[in-house]
């Protein structure tokens, strides 16, 4: 009996050293000219303000975004993939500027914090989610140009997908002609 429970006792402990470790999520791209923005399809780069980037299981590229909102919009819509090894924005506290935002300074979207609801305007023309590392300079952005700060997890659905403000169509998908109407 008691050569058993050591046997199975082994067994549990050998498991334990052979069990792997969560993978440690890849690190992000830098930024360059061969960035094409999943929605848009154009060069990120040709956008003001931040950008994201999402690594995902069953590709070797990322896929890009000309800004940050386009990113998470990603993420919350159902037919995206969900594969998602990493989420990285631009952290806005390091960037040079708003026009350059830096192709370097990014930050893990689920550890980053969110200016949302004001004036800043994102690459594609529509209210952005500004990201930043830090809080501190969140709430310095958030005094300067309004919004509320607010982490990844409560980062309002409503906002990021809301009408006419959403993601474009991919670039492979033909837009709806748009309705005449009589004069």
């Known amino acids: 009996m008691r050569t058993a429970l050591a046997a199975a006792l082994a067994l549990l402990l050998l498991a334990g050293c052979n069990a792997q470790k969560p993978a440690e999520a890849p690190k992000p791209f830098a930024l360059d000219q061969q960035a094409i923005g999943h929605y848009c399809g154009m060069n990120v780069l040709e956008h003001p303000g931040p950008k994201g980037q999402i690594i995902l299981q ?24 969900k594969d998602i090894l990493a989420i990285y924005v ?55 140009k309004g919004g509320a700060v607010v ?22 998908e033909p837009e709806a002609a748009p309705a005449h109407t009589a004069h």
């Open 58 to 81: 069953s590709r070797i590229d990322p896929v890009w975004f000309s800004s940050a909102r386009d990113a998470l919009a990603y993420t919350m819509l159902p037919e995206e993939p």
């Open 90 to 144: 631009s952290d806005m506290g390091k960037a040079p500027s708003w026009d350059k935002p830096g192709a370097e300074n990014w930050v893990d979207a689920r550890k980053a914090w969110f200016v949302i609801g004001g004036s800043a305007k994102g690459g594609m023309g529509v209210p952005e989610a500004v990201p930043f590392s830090d809080r501190a300079a969140a709430e310095r952005f958030a005094r300067e």
């Open 151 to 172: 982490d990844f997890a409560d980062v309002p659905r409503d906002q990021i997908l809301a009408a006419g403000a959403e993601a474009p169509p991919p670039a492979d």
